[in-house]
C-alpha cells in the first residue's frame, strides 16, 4: 500500500488501455457523478471503460449523461489493465462487484477508509470524491468536457446537499467554480441531483415522519418494507430523508432506521458541528463522515433501534 503522487497516477492512466471503474452499493450522487464523470473524461481519452455498480444505477440519476453505460455486472473473463474504485470506504460496499480482481486506485474522502488498494488516494478534508477528481484530472492528462464538469458537479452537490455542510471549505467552492467555467449548469444539476422529488417519495417521507421520536436532543425514525410497499415507491430505500431529520433545529443527531430484506436494517446518522458520528457507525461495522454516517446492521427493527438509540444517547453524553 503506497500513498500515490500525482505523478504515479498519471502514469497509471496514461499506461492503462482498459479500465473498471466502480462504485459503492445504494450509490448516491458522488458515487454516480465520480464513475461517469471519470468514466468519461477516460472515453475522451481514448480508453476502454468498464464502468459498474452491483445495484445498477438508481432511476433518479438516469437523466446522468452516460447513464446507460452503468452495468450491473463485469463478465468474470474480462481483463482491465486498471481497476479502480470510487468513493467506496470498505470493500465490502462495493457488493462484490470487482470480483477477485485487485484493486490498484482507491480514490476517495471517507475519513474510515480501509485502504485497500495497491495506490490509495484517499483525502478525507475533500468534500466529495467528485471534488477531488475535479481537482486533478486535467493534471493526471485526463480532459474535463461539459459533460464530465457537470457529472462532477453533482457529486459534489449532493455530498455537500447543496454547499452548506460543515465541511464546505473556499476550495470546495473554487473547484465547483472551475466546473461551471468548463461548462457545468448549476442551477439545472441542482435541480435535478437536489430539488426534484417524485410524488411517491413524498408520500414514503409521510409513513416515517408520523413515526419521528425524540430523546434529548436526537430524533429518529423508521421506515419498514410495508411502508416502501404501501407508498409504491422505487428509490433509494432512505429517500434522502435525513436531510430533512438534520433540519429539526432543536437536535443534535438524527437517525433514520431502514428495514432491510435481509434481516438487517440500515441506519444512518447526520451529526451537527461538534459531534463525530462516524465513530459510532464504525464501532457499529459501518463508516462514513464525522457529520453523517451509516451501518448495516444484522437484527430485527426494534431491536436495532434499541440498541443503536443507547449508543447514540452513550456519544451524547461523551460531548
Ligand atoms: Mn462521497
Known sequence: MTIPS???IKALFTEAESVLLASHIRPDGDAVGSLLGLGNALIHSGKKVFMALSDGLPSNFHYLYGAHLVKRYVPKDLKFDLTISLDISDLD???????????????????????FA??????PESVATCAIIAEHLESWGLPINAETASLLMTGLITDTIGFRTSNMSSKAMRIAADLIDKGADLPTIYQQALTNKNFDQL????YALKKLQRNDRIAWTTLTLDDRKDAGYNGNDDADLNTILSSIIDCDITILFVEQNNGHVKVSWRGKSGFNVSKLAQS???????????ADIEGNLEDVEFTVIKKTLELMKEN
Open 203 to 206: 408520500i414514503y417521507w409521510g
Open 93 to 115: 460496499r462495493s457488493g462484490g462487484i470487482f470480483g477477485n480482481r485487485e484493486i490498484i486506485l482507491n480514490i476517495d474522502h471517507h475519513i474510515t477508509n480501509t485502504l
Open 284 to 294: 457499529l461495522g459501518g463508516g462514513g463522515h464525522p457529520a453523517a454516517s451509516g
Open 118 to 123: 495497491k495506490h490509495n488516494l484517499n483525502d
Open 6 to 8: 500525482q505523478e504515479t
